[in-house]
């Protein structure tokens, strides 16, 4: 069974430091990946996405990720964070054969520190 | 572009009541829409996907005779909550699936906040 996992619940940060989210995932092939940013009481926006080729994707907003299949990993990264990225993250898997139904890990908080 | 809306963003109603959501594709077509429950401080729990003319599928434990959902068009979905009570408050959001440019993404209403009094 599919399965995302974000192990960091909250990650505080000083504003201008990097920042790294971690994102596990558990599928049988290579999934479709997805992190998106949700701000307090909206839905969501995509900041980028992984389906195949280059492992090293860019994003919206400066993010960018980097699929490593030998550790199931999916990790969000910023090398400058803005007091404006404050928000929660979530990483997501979709599975292309079942209508790219997503499952979406529990989400990591981020504060930013001024 | 991909822009999905839902209508409305609040809504509060009396337990024992139907609350209707709209959730529209404002420029793409959407042959599969999903529609998602959301706990305060959770992550997004899919309910039920949506194909455009034909019947919704539930996810397991997601009572479909109380969540009715209908697919009429390529950019409508809608999710009825039927006699709704308490327990039901909760951010609900949908997503349209586009498959344009050969990518397959799917992009997020803004949500609804339904209260249940």
């Known amino acids: 069974a599919q399965s995302v996992t974000q192990p960091d619940i909250h990650i505080t940060v000083s504003e201008g430091a990097s920042l790294e989210l971690r994102c596990n995932y558990s599928?049988?092939?290579?999934?479709?990946l997805f992190w998106y940013v949700q701000s307090p009481g909206q839905g969501l926006q995509l900041l980028l996405k992984?389906?195949?080729?280059?492992?090293l994707v860019q994003g919206i907003k400066g993010f960018e990720a980097e699929f490593k299949r030998s550790q199931s990993s999916f990790n969000l990264r910023k090398p400058s964070v803005h007091w404006s990225d404050a928000a929660e993250y979530f990483c997501?898997?979709?599975?292309?054969?079942?209508?790219?139904?997503?499952?979406f890990g529990s989400g990591t908080k981020l504060n930013v520190k001024p | 572009g991909a822009v999905v809306s839902q209508h409305p963003s609040r809504v509060i109603c009396k337990s024992g009541t139907s609350v209707k959501i709209e959730c529209r594709s404002l420029?793409?077509?959407?042959?599969?829409m999903f529609w998602y429950r959301q706990f305060p401080k959770q992550s997004l729990m899919l309910m039920a996907t949506?194909?455009?003319?034909?019947?919704?599928?539930?996810e397991q434990g997601v009572e479909k005779d109380k969540f009715l959902i209908n697919h009429a068009s390529l950019t409508l979905s809608t999710l009825t909550v039927t006699s709704a009570h308490p327990e039901d408050s909760s951010f609900y959001i949908c997503?349209?699936?586009?498959?344009?440019?050969?990518?397959?993404?799917?992009?997020f209403g803004p949500g609804t906040r339904l209260t249940v009094l």
């Open positions: 997503s349209a699936r586009s498959s344009s440019a050969g990518t397959d993404t799917q992009y």
């Open positions: 949506s194909n455009e003319g034909s019947k919704a599928t539930y």
């Open positions: 997501a898997v979709g599975v292309p054969e079942d209508f790219n139904k997503f499952y």
């Open positions: 599928y049988g092939a290579t999934p479709y």
């Open positions: 420029d793409f077509q959407a042959t599969t």
């Open positions: 992984y389906f195949s080729g280059d492992t």
